[in-house]
């Protein structure tokens, strides 16, 4: 089935660093969404991206869609401990249409941020 | 405006069972998905519901089904527990509009351990 591959798979950083991750698909995807996921806890929304090239921000958090349309990437400035838990990118593959409620999510990236 | 519930947050039953987990999406999304999440395989997709129906099914056995009532709440049952039935299931709600189609809203999970 479909994948996606996320990378790194976990990011040890000290608190005030930049942290840069990504995504990518071997087909193109018409949605990408990042989200964060703390233990115990169900993944938020953090990014919704829905155009190729798309450039969104959400206070820290810097989100793109690749021109390709097959990867997408997020930035983290000025990391603080609260940012610690999983971050996974997640999306809907095609050209166009609806995938009636399915995402594909990456395997995660377990960031560490050590004060 | 409250957030996605499901109930019951932890359930411990014995292989054989069965189980019955609730989903109570935002107030207006009419979409709810499943997904189930463990450490081996991720994020991995069940089903969609959207005003009753199911419209979207991903690749697991029959002993995991689902419905959706007219009030947009959602169940998910799973016969004939197994080991491997051990899990964090996820319900997501979306609303469907044009500007966020495809973004959905997690609640926190059930965590299921068949023993």
């Known amino acids: 089935g479909q994948q996606l591959n996320q990378s790194p798979q976990s990011m040890f950083i000290q608190e005030g660093e930049d942290v840069s991750m990504n995504c990518t698909s071997s087909?193109?995807?018409?949605?990408w969404l990042w989200y964060k996921q703390d233990p115990g806890e169900g993944p938020v929304l953090l990014i919704a991206?829905?155009?190729?090239?798309e450039l969104t921000s959400n206070g820290r958090l810097t989100a793109q869609f690749g021109i390709t349309r097959k990867d997408s990437f997020l930035n983290i400035s000025a990391s603080i401990p609260s940012d610690v838990g999983i971050y996974f990118c997640?999306?809907?593959?095609?050209?166009?249409?609806?995938?009636?409620?399915?995402?594909?999510f990456g395997q995660g990236t377990i960031l560490t941020v050590h004060p | 405006k409250a957030g996605v519930t499901q109930t019951p947050r932890y359930l411990i039953k014995t292989r054989g069972q069965q189980v019955t987990l609730s989903c109570s999406p935002i107030?207006?999304?009419?979409?709810v998905s499943w997904y189930q999440q463990t450490p081996g395989q991720g994020l991995q997709f069940l089903f969609e519901?959207?005003?009753?129906?199911?419209?979207n099914k991903g690749n697991f056995p029959g002993r995991f089904s689902g419905r959706q009532f007219s009030n947009s709440r959602s169940e998910m049952n799973v016969s004939t527990l197994e080991l491997g039935d051990s899990a964090l299931y996820l319900c997501?709600?979306?609303?469907?509009?044009?500007?966020?189609?495809?973004?959905?809203?997690f609640g926190p999970g059930t965590r299921l351990t068949v023993l």
């Open positions: 997501a709600s979306s609303l469907l509009s044009a500007s966020s189609y495809n973004e959905q809203f």
């Open positions: 087909s193109i995807f018409n949605t």
């Open positions: 991206l829905y155009k190729a090239g």
């Open positions: 997640a999306g809907t593959p095609g050209a166009g249409g609806t995938s009636y409620g399915k995402l594909t």
């Open positions: 107030s207006g999304h009419r979409s």
């Open positions: 519901y959207f005003s009753e129906t199911q419209r």
